[in-house]
Nanobody
């Protein structure tokens, strides 16, 4: 069982930055992928950034490219998402997730519940 706890959400103005954190349980081995997803009420949850635990390969989708950076501190068992130049359309609940037996970060990017392991989410609000 993998436990994930997100933090770092909040309210910022357009153009601002936030760094989200996701503390993972210690039982997250090398053949895992970790990812960040976001969801707006009434819409599907979408994967935006992911990373493999072993080689640290990253993958980004859509508007996350060029503005968001996913990283992993293995010593702290913590996944991060640095978000820069935030826009109102980035307003959403952000989730981190883990998928075992994963060797490519793109694999987790299309994952949806009930597959994988998920955190409880953290809310990000960007005002204009």
């Amino acid at each position: 069982q993998v436990h994930l706890v997100e933090s770092g959400g909040g309210s910022v103005q357009t153009g601002g930055s936030l760094r989200l954190s996701c503390k993972t349980s210690e039982y997250t081995y090398s053949r895992y992928c970790l990812g960040w997803f976001r969801q707006v009420p009434g819409e599907e949850r979408e994967g935006i950034a992911s990373i493999t635990i072993g080689p640290g390969e990253t993958f980004y989708r859509g508007s996350a490219k060029g503005r968001f950076t996913v990283s992993l501190d293995k010593a702290k068992n913590t996944l991060y998402l640095q978000m820069n130049n935030l826009q109102p359309e980035d307003t959403a609940t952000y989730y981190c997730a883990a998928l075992g037996g994963c060797d490519r970060p793109a694999t987790i990017a299309t994952m949806t519940p009930p597959y994988g392991y998920w955190g409880q989410g953290t809310r990000v609000t960007v005002s204009s």
